[in-house]
């Protein structure tokens, strides 16, 4: 195996070829915030929280997928990416509806958490209020698009762990939502097998187990990665 | 003529307002009026948001009496689910109400009311509110913040906080009460009977001696009573049937279902007021003037079903020499009910059912149309949601009862405008009056346009030809 050494924040890292920027600073205990990220699935650098200053670089590259190289210098939590970040996270609450008080996933919410974290204490950008809708067709579960940061995470479940691959992202830019099926009511999609790994998936409350209300939403994350764990290395623990 | 006197600081009222005062040629006050001039559009924006997330929804109406909503929408959505709750449930939610009915009556009455009593209608409004009081009489108002506080501990205890705990929901509630919790009250309930006891020995003396002419001015003429009772005829704050008195203590309409209320009851519409007028059917608008909260709740029900309050309510009933039909009277009526939500809290904390872990129902959407109905501090508060078949909202309509209690209201302002306006200039106090008048109703203008902050209050003295000849803020 290559092994590459850089330096992230200062300390020396080595970690095998191909392995991504997050990866070499999880190894070095070094934090950087994810929102997209998730463990199990293909990393999909949608939601850009976990961007990073790579010197030699003019731009700021996404952690979640840039591997790491011989020599290569990473700044984690400078001035410039801690304003970024507050400014990123800003602009997800500024482009949905995100009404904390009574979602389901008040107080368990990878967002809520994250404008925490980074010091969000309101909005510089004026609210867009868009028009939104709730799809709770399914038997089990419902989506409500107001609370979605598009982080793609169900896609991703549901196609690489469950293999079912009832949603998808559809339309551009802000008009961007997440579909199930060839756009029907979720309750209409045939290849839903009610695995709920969505549910346990979604950072927020966007995708929640009907009957579920203020503060209710309870997610079984680990169980993602046992499973792909389980399947890839046939190791059955938890 | 106009001049414009502020007034610091701010009014003792819960929402936005304005007065207007009539007069007419010889300057004597033809009419006046209450405007709520706030707006919120609850009802409009839940539509499309699933059923199950009303509770939390209407609970942020109020900030004093979320549990009134969180009930009443609890309520309604356990008729979507079409399930019968668990005894537990049922016994929970009545806690809980009981200890909002206590904090919401100690709040208007301790806080918000009693410095007028105790300090002046004319004292020096600077110190006229609850830190004057303090000053003036610190061991009351430290107890009546503590008896506003064990109401507001109690919904903790049951809810994991006191402000718009998310405890009730479709089919029953979240969790019942600890053991830790039970311990709690059982331990605090003895001073929060001292404290209402002291209260009321304090008013009834106040009554006899300088609140006396108030009983005559403050909202006293004949009108309809509205109120849940229990199927005996008894006290009732959570379920039963509605029935109507009227101010000789006949029953006009009694065994009616929430689920008619289009039957019986009207909402006009004023365009002064963003506040809903409603009124009995039968009796048209405006003549269908009824009155809902404390003094309504006495005045519909037969008996209270507990001894000390069922005392003070006879009591009550002797003063009045009958149905007690003032305005004024709801103050005494907050206090008998204080002291009847604490018997019966007693009974509940005895009961094992209320440590019973199995309080919550499940079921999918299976009705379309649903009305709940629970009375909140102020008054019968009607829930009516039409959802698809998947449960999302068609159709919202929360009939508050601030609203139902408008006509009077606006009759009781008239009623004090008349008393004490005699020509052009508002006399001094008077405008402590008016508000008072309005007092007594305790009513949430917040949650019965369904607006947030804090408006002054607005008094125009009007006269004949439309010219505005006082105005005064605050």
Not at chain 1, 18 to 44: D, N, W, Y
Not at chain 2, 47 to 76: D, N, Q, W, Y
Not at chain 2, 325 to 331: C, M, P, V
């Amino acid at each position: 195996m290559t092994v590459k050494t850089l330096k992230i924040d200062g300390k020396d890292v080595a970690i095998e070829r191909g392995a991504t920027i997050l990866q070499a600073a999880k190894e070095a205990s070094i934090p950087i915030p994810t929102l997209c990220f998730l463990e199990g699935v293909t990393p999909a650098a949608a939601c850009r929280m976990c961007l990073v200053e790579v010197e030699g670089s003019s731009k700021l590259l996404p952690a979640c997928v840039t591997e790491v190289a011989e020599g290569m210098v990473v700044q984690t939590n400078t001035p410039k990416l801690q304003e970024f970040r507050r400014m990123n996270v800003e602009l997800l609450f500024a482009e949905g509806n995100h009404v904390c008080s009574i979602c389901v996933a008040n107080g368990n919410c990878e967002l809520q958490d994250m404008a925490i974290t980074v010091g969000m204490d309101h909005s510089r950008f004026p609210y867009r209020f868009p028009d939104r809708h709730v799809d709770v067709s399914h038997e089990q579960f419902g989506i409500d698009h107001n609370r979605c940061i598009l982080c793609t995470r169900c896609v991703r479940v549901c196609d690489e762990i469950e293999g079912a691959h009832v949603w998808d992202v559809a339309q551009r830019g802000e008009h961007c939502f997440i579909v199930s099926g060839l756009h029907q009511p979720w309750g209409e999609v045939d290849a839903c097998t009610a695995c709920g790994k969505c549910v346990d998936a979604c950072p927020t409350g966007a995708i929640f187990r009907k009957g579920n209300t203020t503060g209710e939403k309870e997610r079984d994350r680990a169980k993602l990665a046992f499973l792909v764990t389980a399947r890839e290395k046939h190791q059955w623990t938890r | 003529m106009t001049k414009t006197i502020v007034i610091d600081p701010v009014t003792r009222i819960e929402g936005h307002a304005k007065i207007s005062i009539f007069l007419d040629d010889a300057g004597e006050v033809s009419d006046a009026r209450f405007h709520v001039v706030e707006y919120r559009g609850f009802e409009k924006f839940c539509e499309g948001r699933p059923f199950t997330e009303m509770a939390g929804i209407t609970a942020r109406i109020c900030g004093i009496c979320p549990v009134s909503h969180l009930l009443a929408s609890a309520k309604t959505g356990d008729k979507i689910l079409a399930v019968k709750i668990p005894p537990a449930a049922d016994k929970l939610r009545r806690m809980m109400n009981l200890a909002q009915i206590t904090q919401s009556h100690a709040l208007s009455f301790f806080h918000l009311s009693s410095p007028d009593f105790l300090l002046g209608w004319d004292s020096d409004p600077a110190t006229r509110n609850v830190f004057g009081l303090i000053a003036a009489n610190p061991d009351l108002a430290r107890a009546g913040i503590r008896l506003r506080q064990f109401g507001q501990m109690v919904i903790e205890k049951l809810g994991g906080r006191k402000i718009h705990a998310a405890w009730t929901v479709p089919g029953g509630v979240r969790s019942p009460l600890s053991p830790e919790g039970r311990q709690w009250i059982v331990d605090r309930l003895p001073e929060a009977f001292e404290t209402v006891n002291l209260a009321l020995g304090l008013f009834k003396g106040m009554l006899d001696e300088q609140l006396k002419n108030e009983i005559n001015v403050f909202g006293e003429f004949p009108t309809l009573y509205m109120g849940l009772v229990g199927p005996n005829g008894e006290w009732e704050h959570y379920d039963g049937k509605l029935r109507f008195t009227d101010s000789q203590g006949n029953i006009v309409a009694d065994g009616l279902s929430e689920d008619d209320y289009h039957a019986f009851l009207g909402e006009a519409v004023e365009p002064w007021s963003y506040l809903k007028f409603p009124y009995y059917q039968p009796l048209g608008y405006p003549d269908g003037i009824y009155r809902v909260g404390p003094l309504a709740r006495l005045n519909v029900c037969d008996r209270i079903g507990t001894e000390a309050a069922d005392r003070e309510l006879q009591e009550l009933r002797d003063r009045a020499g009958g149905v007690p039909t003032s305005s004024f009277l709801y103050h005494y009526a907050r206090l008998i009910e204080i002291l009847a939500c604490l018997e019966k809290t007693q009974e509940l904390v005895d009961d094992p059912d209320v440590l019973s872990s199995r309080c919550r129902a499940h079921g999918g959407v299976n009705q379309l149309n649903a009305i709940g109905v629970s009375e909140a501090p102020r008054g019968t508060l009607f829930h009516h949601y039409q959802v698809d078949e998947n449960g999302l909202l068609e159709k919202v309509n929360l009939i508050i009862a601030t609203g139902q209690n408008n006509l009077a209201m606006n009759k009781t302002v008239a009623q004090i405008a008349k008393h004490y306006i005699h020509g052009t200039e508002i006399p001094e106090g008077l405008l402590n009056r008016v508000e008072a008048g309005i007092r007594c109703y305790d009513p949430c203008l917040s949650c019965s346009t369904h607006a947030a902050g804090q408006m002054p209050l607005h008094l125009q003295l009007v006269a004949a030809d439309g010219q505005i000849l006082d105005e005064v803020y605050r």
